[in-house]
Structure formats: structure tokens, C-alpha cells
């Protein structure tokens, strides 16, 4: 797969999305509705899909493990605080906080995998977006409770 293939793959998708929510937005809705649980049906199987086959990353040397659960928290809370200090509107503030916070990992390990071909050369540099992806779903639980 080609990194063109990869973005048509993409972009198809959500173009059809935006076609459909102009001509009916009430099909829109339901699409949305639906396309939220199968979303998160998703996430659940490729979490322990990702479990079961990386089990290496819970033998990995415990500083990755600090350094990607602490990735979020803190960029969130430097953004939150960076925007405070430069009197943003409270919204803006928030805004601010989630994109400093939320890296995309998905995007880091599809790089990767074009970037390193072999195997074991993705496996080794691809520890840390897998467990940054791990603590996202920790985090994102954590924070809609």
C-alpha cells in the first residue's frame, strides 16, 4: 500500500460523508449515530487485538511507560496554562488544551511502518506511539467520567 492509496482511502470517506450531510441531514445523524458504535466496537477489538500481539511492550523498560502515560496529561496542562497566561476566552482555552494534548499516534505508527519495512526495525521504533495509543484510551476514559 502506497501513501496515495492510504490518503484516497481516507479522503473517500469523508468526502462521501460531507456529500451525504448536504443533501440529507437526517441520514447524517443516523450514519453518525452508527458509524459511533462501530467506532467504538473498533477501538475495543484493536485494543485487545493489540494486546495480544504486542505483548513485548509490558516487558519494555519502565521510562517508556512513564513517558507515554505522562505525554498527554502534561501537554494538555502546558497548553491549558500557556493559554490562560495569554488571556484567551475559556473556550479557547480548552480547544487549546485537548489539541496540545492529543498527539495522533496513528499517524506516527503509519510513518513508521512506511518509513521501516522490516519487521524488527518497526517493532523496535514503534514502542512508543503503541503505548502512548494505549494511555489515550486510558486517558480519554478517564477524562469522560
Known amino acids: 500500500m502506497t501513501l496515495f492509496s492510504f490518503q484516497s482511502e481516507v479522503i473517500g470517506p469523508v468526502v462521501l460523508g460531507m456529500v451525504i450531510r448536504h443533501f440529507s441531514t437526517k441520514i447524517a445523524l443516523w450514519m453518525e449515530k452508527a458509524a459511533s458504535i462501530l467506532g467504538t466496537l473498533f477501538l475495543l477489538a484493536a485494543l485487545v487485538t493489540g494486546v495480544v500481539s504486542n505483548s513485548h511492550l509490558f516487558t519494555d523498560h519502565w521510562k517508556l511507560w512513564i513517558a507515554s502515560a505522562l505525554l498527554m496529561p502534561v ?20 480547544t487549546i488544551c485537548l489539541e496540545t494534548g492529543l498527539q495522533n ?7 513508521l511502518a512506511f518509513s521501516f519495512g522490516d519487521t524488527e526495525k518497526f517493532r523496535a521504533v514503534s514502542v512508543f506511539p503503541l503505548l502512548y ?13
Open 133 to 145: 495509543s494505549l494511555f489515550l484510551l486510558v486517558d480519554g476514559v478517564l477524562i469522560t467520567l
Open 75 to 94: 501537554g494538555s496542562t502546558l497548553g491549558y496554562v500557556n493559554a490562560r497566561l495569554a488571556r484567551l476566552p475559556s473556550k479557547a482555552c480548552r
Open 105 to 111: 499516534s496513528t499517524l506516527a505508527l503509519t510513518i
